[in-house]
């Protein structure tokens, strides 16, 4: 099926006749036509003459043939792109744009348009946009400025966790393919060259067992924030019993700290919400090359609205990305209504709010042991207020710079 | 003598038609016989023919290298026609070899 619609097309590129023949002996001028290798094709017998097509360039040599069979040829019709080119001489402008038009796609093919990330999940699409900016890879760069290998290199440095990248240009998008690391690894994530642990919040010491450093601390002992728990100074004496100098060391110690960790919550019952009334309004863009053009005046007379965008972006193909969006911007009115919750929501609420809390606090490695919240309710709002006993792990440090010289305690 | 001779001739085709058989040699080129391909009543091939003798819509009469080839049916169509191969599409009743 395909085979024949390429014939076909050939034969309307290079034109083609109907052709009536009639006479003597139309037979034979069909069977010389054959032996003189002129094709012929759809040929009907019309009790009178014999109707077939002929291509335009076979045409020519039948004049021999006609004469010899002494055959009448009449051209009944005339298909194909040689005719068409003959009849619309005087549409200079429309042969004037294919060729500007087949040159204008080839002048955007030279230019990046898309770009597509795959298989970044930590690592979000805009960050490494941003990167490629960075690097000068935009989109709209011409597309032969664009290493890829070197891209590929600078990648894998600029983020660890990178384990392997591929960026490829197909068409005018560019693909860059990640693989990231599953697990991460945590090496020491200490950033001083020695530091000591500090207590970041008022409470008692539950436990400590250190592993380096100075405890300073023990079981039982009351401690203010910013109190140093375990020092990072390890100080040396000499046989005397004097301190000759400190060793300096990141203190490691394992601390449970119990302390009342405050509860203060507030909840307005009085809030708003959008009652859509399902008017909507929708309005055309034309955006080229980051210009946007209004294809659309009409006027929003609503209040309050939501505004959606739907973008495409036309392309040829799968792959030919064309800087111009259609846009579709749909407006959406509302009426701003107000409510108050009723007594049970609003305590489910500040419930729900409490519960958030204390999930944030379980998710930090923050053990709950008591929780005394009370909840009033008052004609706007809802009060919780209380405290959540806990046990917490000690965790903050504080550096031990060098011009302490160790003897800062 | 006549007689004779026919017989001679018919051995002889025999003979080298025997011997494309055993020894797998094509026909159409060895003894020029013509090749009719037909699909269904529709539509038919022939390959391997000196020329058309005659031609209407309701018959094709075509010269093969040995024997004509008559073709009946109705609404006959020549869709091309080459020096090697030609294809006749319509309905066809009837494909005789004289």
Known sequence: ?409 | MKNNKINETNQRITLKEKMCDSMKLPKDIMLGASIVTVIGERELWVENYKGILDYTDKKIVLQGKQKKIIIMGSYLKIEYYTKEEMKISGKIEDINFV
């Open chain 1, 1 to 409: 099926m395909e085979r024949t619609s390429v014939i076909n097309f050939l034969r309307w590129f290079v034109g083609y006749l109907e052709i009536e023949v009639s006479g003597y002996s139309p037979k034979r001028f069909i069977n010389l036509c054959a032996n003189n290798q002129i094709l012929l094709w759809d040929i009907f017998n019309t009790h009178t003459s014999y109707q077939m097509k002929i291509l335009l360039r076979d045409f020519w040599k039948i004049k021999k043939l006609v004469k010899k069979t002494s055959v009448k040829v009449v051209i009944s019709n005339r298909y194909g792109l040689p005719f068409f080119m003959k009849k619309s001489k005087m549409r200079v402008f429309f042969y004037a744009g294919i060729p500007i038009c087949i040159f204008v796609l080839f002048i955007l093919a030279q230019f990046l348009w898309a770009m597509e990330f795959e298989g970044n999940y930590s690592i979000s699409d805009d960050t490494i946009e941003d990167f490629l900016l960075e690097e000068e890879i935009y989109i709209g760069i011409y597309r032969k400025k664009i290493n890829v290998e070197d891209l590929e290199k600078k990648l894998r440095e600029k983020f660890s966790n990178i384990t392997w990248v591929s960026a490829t240009i197909n068409g005018t998008k560019l693909y860059v393919r990640i693989k990231e690391e599953d697990v991460t690894i945590y090496s020491s994530n200490i950033e001083y060259e020695s530091s000591s642990l500090i207590a970041h919040s008022d409470g008692t010491i539950q436990s400590i067992v250190t592993k380096s450093g100075v405890p300073l601390v023990k079981a039982g002992d009351e401690v203010e924030k910013g109190q140093i728990l375990v020092d990072g100074n390890i100080p040396i004496y000499d046989n005397e019993g004097n301190i000759i100098k400190y060793n300096r060391v990141n203190a490691e110690a394992d601390i449970i700290i119990s302390y009342l960790y405050p509860v203060n919550e507030e909840l307005e019952r009085v809030y708003h919400y959008k009652n859509y009334t399902g008017n909507e309004l929708k309005k055309s863009y034309l955006e080229i090359l980051n210009q946007t053009f209004l294809l659309d005046f009409r006027k929003i007379k609503y209040l309050y609205y939501d505004m959606t965008e739907i973008s495409n972006q036309v392309k040829i193909g799968n792959q030919f990305f064309v800087p111009i969006f259609f846009k579709e911007r749909i407006y959406k009115e509302y009426h701003l209504v107000e409510a108050i919750y009723s007594e049970s929501k609003s305590n489910e609420l500040i419930h729900k709010k409490i519960d958030k809390i204390i999930s944030n606090l379980e998710e930090k490695g923050v053990q709950i042991i008591e929780k005394n919240v009370k909840i009033d309710s008052y004609e706007k709002n809802v009060k919780a207020t209380g405290y959540l006993f806990v046990y917490d792990t000690i965790k903050e440090r504080m550096e031990i710079k060098n011009e302490d010289d160790g003897t800062s305690n």
